[in-house]
């Protein structure tokens, strides 16, 4: 397992690399820059100041800059906001954003799994039902429009929750936002769970234990649970890499003092520092996850040998 482990390690290499120079490449070459606004700026102010970013110097020039001091560690400046680094902006909204996330993503998984159990069991039965149009509200309600309406309805209408903002901790801010966020990932666990349990409760192993007179409870947790998470397994990486990209859209619409405030602000106003720092942290958390994930289905599933 350690073996694999570093293979999977090297092969992460080349993969982030051809991200970042894909990334690179199509924000600097797409239309607009960091001082392009409403009001132009005089040549000479601009002049100096793509000089002191380095802007000037030839493209091939700038990206080999950047590797260089992403290399050491240093994301480098934001261009937009003043006074500040990337790395400084990412160490202020990255907490909120990945408390955010991994709470949504915990509290989803487990709703998801036991939902998909219980409508698996009662197939065709009111659970079973329930759960399909859950998944179905879930999956076609984008999360910006899902926001909006809880907004609405639970913030302004019935005023049950805060509508917007946050204070140091006042659980009732993160309702609404981790509900957008967790909906659709509950959605999509359950219905995994749904068909892999419906597959797995129909095998020849499963029929010989109930046969037995085992009970359907003990037969759930000894036989049929581990195998029916396979699929949902393999799922949880990019769920909860979806989760985390997802919540820089929730945070600014719920205003929250996340990442999201300022990746939104630097992509409108082509601040290439804090964009790209933002898409590096984000593809590293997501290779991360991709080799946990790996790493956890060879220990569900003992068919899986790595050469």
């Known amino acids: 397992m350690l073996n694999y482990t570093f293979r999977r390690l090297l092969t992460a290499i080349p993969v982030a690399f051809i991200a970042i120079t894909v990334c690179f490449f199509i924000l600097r070459l797409a239309p607009g820059g960091p001082f392009d606004g409403e009001r132009a700026l005089p040549a000479e102010i601009l002049r100096n100041l ?3 970013y380095s802007l000037d110097q030839p493209l091939i020039v700038q990206y080999w800059m950047y590797v260089s001091s992403l290399l050491q560690g240093d994301f480098g400046p934001s261009m937009v906001i003043q006074d500040f680094t990337v790395s ?3 160490a202020i909204g ?17 709703i998801g799994i036991i939902a998909g159990m219980v409508a698996a ?7 079973d039902y329930v759960l399909v149009l859950t998944v179905m509200l879930g999956i076609i309600i984008p999360n910006f429009l899902m926001a909006n309406l809880l907004q609405l309805a639970f913030g302004v209408y019935l005023d049950w929750f805060p509508a917007g903002g946050f204070v140091n901790g006042s659980i009732h801010h993160l309702v609404l936002p981790i509900t957008v966020l967790a909906w659709p990932h509950a959605a999509r666990v359950s219905r995994l769970m749904r068909g892999s349990m419906i597959e797995v409760l129909g095998t020849n192993y499963v029929r010989t234990a109930k046969s037995k007179g085992i009970g359907e409870r003990l037969v759930l947790v000894r036989h049929a649970i581990k195998p029916a998470l396979i699929p949902v397994v393999s799922y949880l990486g990019p769920g909860l890499s979806y989760l985390l990209t997802g919540s820089l859209v929730v945070e600014q619409i719920f205003s929250l003092p996340g990442i ?21 942290l984000y593809m590293g958390i997501i290779i991360a996850l991709n080799l946990l994930v790996d790493l956890v289905y060879a220990w569900l599933d003992p068919k899986v040998r790595y050469r």
């Open 50 to 52: 793509r000089a002191h």
């Open 88 to 90: 400084e902006l990412l």
């Open 94 to 110: 990255l907490p909120f954003s990945l408390m955010l996330g991994f709470t949504a993503f915990v509290l989803a998984t487990g």
């Open 121 to 127: 069991v009662r197939q065709n039965q009111w659970p």
């Open 260 to 280: 999201g405030k300022y990746f939104i602000t630097a992509a409108l106003n082509r601040d290439y520092g804090l964009v790209l720092g933002t898409t590096v």
